[in-house]
């Protein structure tokens, strides 16, 4: 629709004016929303206390145009008090919060985000094109109520009242109100949190076409599946602080690339010392090898042992990455609390 | 060009207020559908006072009297001060608290709602059940009760008792910030039915003992029963003024309440 695309684009190209312009740089580059470096919204410094609790410390998060940035931890992390934040909902203990150049509670800035969050009811007496109706009301240029319900993939299901709807079907219905203003900016916290497969992935195919519109999107999860499916950046949180920050790929290269598992003569000492090693570990008759490539190592371990049996080698996935991430993490902060 | 600018008008939404506007009042058309289609408010809140007066007001009360005026009609206007109480509370107290309590309100607040929409859309819905309570009670007391009244009265009565929706929306709107989702029902009932009770809405004033008599003249629905007595003939307890500076102070009181409540959610986390 050409007016949709009108609206996309013209705010993305005032924005990649302001922000290039005081860059000296010398070679002028062709900037792609996809590749812009614009920050949209970010969490500066950010503090956040509830009573004795610090669900957040001392946090830099920055959102860029274009990106669908992953917030990625595990419950209790700080991921929607991060997202609440910058939603203007909850005002940060020390640190400040900025949205479009705004405050986030200001009206201008509310009208150019939506936001998809975790909520146990849901008025159930309204049928799903009144719910959209209404908060598309309060939008200044929002879709067509067609157009939402299509990309929702809630046609069939317009007149349905909410308390009639499937957990999944809910869910979208949660989406379409994020939506329905046309927003530049979107926020899901925890989206497809209790969808089955099916559901998990329509979901995931609706949010890569606003992705591909040059929607900027921050999405929370406890999948790590769903940040390598959809993310441009990952920012690993845990405890209430950044941990890890990159591409899907580069967050699973920040731990230990692949695994070696095989059973070997040879002394844990030598296999510690093998080329590109990063850790040995005994697993009842076997070793457990990590190793940033597993070539090296295998040719080592062949030629070290003629006996050898049992090879397995498989890629440190996100999960592991994941789960390496948030153990070293706990153990340092053992470590420290009982020093 | 001057057919440039012509469509680049039409493109331009309409003037903030008006759009304001016009997003309050869909604001209110949803909340009533939304309230009409939960049998358990439209129903209870509409039929409970209706019944009761059918039952005390008509069946039994048929001849019975309440100080110059008949039964029936003394009953229009304290039942009608009861259910506008018991609309408002409902809707107020525990829309908000389950709304607050179980993470809706933070989808609204999030989006650009402007924020007083959200209240003025409960304070229309109580107003309009409010109304549909009292035209329900005048009709069958009229028709089935004897019930004399003029029309102006009757306009006057029922004026005068939509906006006494008013003290009792804002009184459950500061319930709605302090109870929990699953508590503000029964809270709402543990306030509405004893303030009914000893305000005399259910039976005169006169037939309560004496010390609650006392207690009644500090609490808000015996005001209001008051000021709609006096339209029917009924009310000769203290002065008209007295009974509006009394509702009115008693707003104030609760929204002051609510708003503490308000700010103190700001820095809360809820689901």
Redesign the interface.
Known sequence: MAPLWADDVAPNQDLTMIATAPRSEIQPEVIRPRDAKITVASLNHVRKT?GEVEALKNVDLSIRQGELLALLGPNGAGK??AV?LL?????PTAGSVNVFGGDPVD?GV??R???M???????E??RVR?HI???S?????PMPLSETLAIAGLEPLANR?FGELSGGQRQRV?FA?AIC?NPDLL?LDEPTVGLDVEARRLLWDQIRKLLAKGKTILLTTHYLQEADALATRVVVINRGAIIAEGTPSEIKAQTAGKQIRCVTSLPIETVRRMHGVLEVRQDREALEIKATEAEPVLRELLDGDRSISGIEVTTAGLEEAFLALTSEDNSQQKGLGSN | MATTSAPLTSVVPLPQSSRTLFIYLKEAKYEFLKYLRIPIYSLSTVLFPVMFYVLFGLLMGRHGSAGQIGASTYLVATYGTFGVMGASLFANGVGIASERGLGWMQVKRASPMPPFAYFFAKFVVSMIFSSMIILLLLTLGILFGGVHIAFLSALKLLATLVGGAIPFCAMGLAIGYFAGPNSAPAMVNMIYLPLSFASGLWFPIEALPRFLQKVATVLPPYHLAQLALQIVGGGHRGSNATHWEFLAGFTLLCLGIARIGFQRDEGKTYG
């Open positions: 509830y929607t008090t609440k939603l203007g909902l909850a005002r009206a509310r009208m985000t939506g936001a969050l975790q909520v146990a009811k849901v008025p007496t309204l009144e109706d209404l908060f009301s309060y939008y200044s240029a009242k949660l109100l203003g926020f």
